[in-house]
């Protein structure tokens, strides 16, 4: 089992910015990409960015630019630095990894509020 424990949400206001964090403790090596989705009220769930354990990242386009995804693997942790934030940002955000083995379904965090006012 691996859990993960996310922190950094608020509110800030447009423009500003903010770091989230996603703790990951216990069986680190059944997974091999950690990321970050979010969930605005009455839309689905939607990547925002994510690492692979070799480096590599992927942004959603509403990001790019603006969100920057990093690790540090001394304390299993992932941060989602976040500039220029819009209120179409706002939404809840969930940390995810996922498992190495194919098929296994992801594990995820509690998620964060973050709200971005105008």
């Known amino acids: 089992q691996v859990q993960l424990v996310e922190s950094g949400g608020g509110l800030v206001q447009a423009g500003g910015s903010l770091r989230l964090s996603c703790a990951a403790s216990?069986?680190?090596?059944?997974?091999?990409?950690m990321g970050w989705y979010r969930q605005a009220p009455g839309k689905q769930r939607e990547l925002v960015a994510r690492i692979y354990s070799g480096g590599s990242t992927n942004y959603a386009d509403s990001v790019k630019g603006r969100f920057t995804i990093s690790r540090d693997n001394a304390k299993n942790t992932v941060y989602l630095q976040m500039n220029s934030l819009k209120p179409e940002d706002t939404a809840v955000y969930y940390c995810n990894a996922g498992r190495v083995v194919p098929g296994l379904p992801p594990y995820w965090g509690q998620g964060t509020q973050v709200t971005v006012s105008s």
């Open positions: 216990g069986r680190i090596s059944s997974i091999n990409v």
